[in-house]
């Protein structure tokens, strides 16, 4: 699977929209990308995925380049609640059964 | 809505003891993991499980782990002989046929502390 980079931190106030990126500039065409976040030692959340399209649900959007070799994860209007670490995962969409999960970026939604 | 549930919240137990962890995934799920996650370190997977066997698992998962589906609604992680660095949060996670398998739910986690 392809690696990614994310940044270690980021700071939102809260009200405002989050926007996380994701650099995984050796993706392959039959790889997704995933977005999971874990708040404080709970368990990872899954949020969304795509493969080329943008996507929406009711927690977030995912907005990925034409060349596929970034994304960005945008919560729409961030809550204290949303803080915590947000995981960008590349995998082949089915194929592979496990999920790889690097340090992510830790999230901080201020008052 | 359907959540994966796992037990106990937290084991304690002493070196060289069995431990096994429960988890209820969610009903019409077929794909089943174990995930650890070590005190400040990454999530990091164990096994995954489908149709009874295992499908994949990594190097951690060696001989003194095994897993289990005794029935139609429990899987289980056994650890035989617990050793200090297993010490750890492990998170029991499900994914559906319909979906794509990285689309996984997770439980709480049971959080094991080995003395």
């Known amino acids: 699977d392809a690696k990614t980079t994310q940044p270690p931190s980021m700071d939102c106030a809260e009200g405002r929209a989050a926007n996380l990126p994701c650099n995984h500039s050796t993706i392959s065409g039959n790889e997704y990308v995933y977005w999971y976040r874990q708040i404080h030692s709970q368990g990872p959340q899954y949020i969304i995925h795509?493969?080329?399209n943008n996507e929406t649900n009711e927690m977030a959007s995912l907005i990925i380049t034409e060349d596929r070799k970034s994304s960005t994860l945008i919560l729409p209007h961030a809550t204290l609640r949303d803080t915590a670490v947000y995981y960008c995962i590349v995998s082949s969409g089915g194929s592979n059964y496990k999920l790889t999960f690097g340090k992510g970026t830790l999230l901080t939604v201020n008052p | 809505e359907p959540e994966v549930t796992q037990t106990p919240s937290h084991q304690v137990t002493q070196m060289g003891q069995e431990v096994i962890l429960r988890c209820v995934p969610i009903s019409n799920h077929l794909y089943f993991y174990w995930y650890r996650q070590i005190l400040g370190q990454k999530v990091e997977f164990l096994v995954s499980f489908y149709n009874n066997e295992i499908s994949e698992k990594s190097e951690i998962f060696d001989d003194q782990f095994s897993v289990e589906r005794p029935d139609g609604s429990n899987f289980t992680l056994k650890i035989r002989s617990t050793k200090l660095e297993d010490s750890a949060m492990y998170f029991c996670a499900s994914s559906d046929a319909d979906r794509a398998k990285e689309t996984q739910y997770f439980g709480p986690g049971t959080r094991l502390l080995v003395l």
């Open positions: 795509g493969l080329k």
